[in-house]
């Protein structure tokens, strides 16, 4: 059954309204809906079949509009909020929006591909979604220029000059570290390509990367006095927003942990009467318990009882603004805070400075690498390494003399 112009401007009312959506973008975004739904009538055309090109020139209408009244263009951030009114409008009327695509003939077999690959990496390797959606990503890179290329409706002919000339094509523009990243995906998809039947040799070994020295890039950091100011100026902050941010920065500054297990920690993980903390390890796909610390526990404790929206949500970090979802970044927010706080890191401002300055307290505190990789979630002790880079002058202080470097007399 159809809706009319009016129920879908209800139901969208009372949809924004459910998601906690302030009264005020509630009503503009029944104005934004209901002059594009007007347009629509005046024109004849039926909301349910509706198509991205359509959507595209009434915005081109709306445009002119502006300008003649207002003898002007509009801001180039105009567009934004009444896009948004409109994609949510039409989500209603047609239960997707943006329609699929239909998958044209000629790309079958790569979109195939990717599926097949996509669900070999999660259920065969077990790998997180972050590794897999970059994987794909390359994967997608590299089959769309092969076949755009070779114009083949098959794999079987790939050959080693195929290999070379692509990376040839991809080491334009790219640094090294990340070229060589390039290499490693795209091992992995020749692998499975060879694995599943699709390439008839192996051609993974075929591909060069450049060669990357161990431990050569020195991780960004902070020392502690830069870490105390940080969270000293959020913790001044008292809005919903700042007790959030103040109970993540603890957790990084004193746990160490990866965004996404800040991201995906539950409200029942908190274990308050024993006083721990149950971590999701989301590379390694394990568990382990740490002391909720008082910093924390006192951050998170004011976090939930002034400061986090009421949904059914059981994530522990919820978004600051409509619609009320769990976080799923955390590196603007870091950046903001550090920026905020007249703190410059060298090198990346995200949250894995927090990580990388308390693997290096751990290691001035003669704690075991083993330990600290326990601590951190890495699946071996090669990947505590890295961090040893940060410490160079506590190396330095315990040096030892080189054998036979005694003046005689």
Known sequence: MLKSHDELIEELSQSLTEQNYNPVVVANHRLYARRFLDYLAERDMPVALVTPSQVDQYFRHAVHCFHSRYGRPPSSRWHGVPRTAICKLLRLAQGTWPPVAEIAPDTALRHAICREYGAWMRDERGLADETIDARLREARRFLDWYFGRRGADDLSAMAVRDIDHYMDMRAIGLRRISLAGSAAWLRSLLRYLHQSGRVPTDLSAQVIGPMLYAYEDIPSTLDRSQIDIVLEATRKDRSPRGLRDHAILQMLAIYGLRQSEICSLRLDDIDWRAESLRIRHTKTNSCSYMPLLTPVGDAVLDYLRLGRPQVESREVFIRSLA????????????????????????????????????????????????????????????????????????????????????VLS
């Open 323 to 406: 619609p009320y979802t769990r976080m799923t970044n955390l590196y603007g927010m870091v950046k903001r805070r550090l920026a905020a706080a007249g703190v410059t890191p060298v090198g990346k401002r995200g949250p894995h400075v927090f990580r990388h300055a308390r693997a290096v307290e751990l290691l001035r505190a003669s704690v075991p690498q083993k330990i600290i990789g326990d601590v951190l979630g890495h699946r071996s002790t090669e990947s505590t390494n890295a961090y040893l880079k940060l410490a160079t002058e506590d190396l330095r202080a315990v040096a030892l003399d080189v054998p036979g470097s005694e």
